[in-house]
T-cell receptor, first 116, second 119 residues
Framework: AQKITQTQPGMFVQEKEAVTLDCTYDTSDQSYGLFWYKQPSSGEMIFLIYQGSYDEQNATEGRYSLNFQKARKSANLVISASQLGDSAMYFCAMREPDTGFQKLVFGTGTRLLVSP | DTGVSQNPRHKITKRGQNVTFRCDPISEHNRLYWYRQTLGQGPEFLTYFQNEAQLEKSRLLSDRFSAERPKGSFSTLEIQRTEQGDSAMYLC?????????????????FGAGSRLTVL
């Protein structure tokens, strides 16, 4: 079964600094997808970035980039130039392969606090 | 387009009562998902609809839970005879998938959730 591990319950960063949120995954499948979602205190899950297992380049979306190390089974999220509005819970997730739909397995999340 | 809407946002009920949550997805989205999130955990998949057809159900969805999407638009999630262990945030999400496209990066748009507290 697929599993996502986020070992950092909480992270602190100063405004304008970069921060890396760790995510490791466990799967025996060759084809899979990895996602990062942000959950502010309002509750909704906001999609940030996606990486497919066969993508050769690391995904980037604005200030977000995904450091994908396939051999190590890690998919760390890097947020550059942190902003106060980045304070939220961050979840790493994996799409179960070969299901044809978005059955996601989520980690337990990392709470990020950005200070002025 | 106002995104995915969920109602009610909060529900407090006594053990043994029935509750129903409603989800209005993005109008053109053909897929709808329900996830459950308990305190300190990430969301867990419950069930999924393609238009009006419920195509997958998690073993987490006991026989006290029923979900419908009668006309392929809004969906309801009903919990009968609630238990304290049902206390959680129930998240709805939707997506649009066209025939022949890969599910790869198909992104889910989530609602803000319905928080259930069972006393």
């Amino acid at each position: 079964a697929q599993k996502i591990t986020q070992t950092q319950p909480g992270m602190f960063v100063q405004e304008k600094e970069a921060v890396t949120l760790d995510c490791t995954y466990d799967t025996s499948d060759q084809s899979y997808g990895l996602f990062w979602y942000k959950q502010p205190s309002s509750g909704e899950m906001i999609f940030l970035i996606y990486q497919g297992s066969y993508d050769e380049q690391n995904a980037t979306e604005g200030r977000y980039s995904l450091n994908f190390q396939k051999a190590r089974k890690s998919a760390n999220l890097v947020i550059s130039a942190s902003q106060l509005g980045d304070s939220a819970m961050y979840f790493c997730a994996m799409r179960e392969p070969d299901t044809g739909f978005q059955k996601l397995v989520f980690g337990t999340g990392t709470r990020l606090l950005v200070s002025p | 387009d106002t995104g995915v809407s969920q109602n009610p946002r909060h529900k407090i009920t006594k053990r043994g009562q029935n509750v129903t949550f409603r989800c209005d997805p993005i109008s053109e989205h053909n897929r709808l998902y329900w996830y459950r999130q308990t305190l300190g955990q990430g969301p867990e998949f419950l069930t999924y609809f393609q238009n009006e057809a419920q195509l997958e159900k998690s073993r987490l969805l006991s026989d006290r839970f029923s979900a419908e999407r009668p006309k392929g638009s809004f969906s309801t999630l009903e919990i009968q005879r609630t238990e304290q262990g049902d206390s959680a945030m129930y998240l709805c999400a939707s997506s649009l998938v066209s025939t022949g496209t890969s599910s790869g990066a198909n992104v889910l748009t989530f609602g803000a959730g319905s928080r259930l507290t069972v006393l």
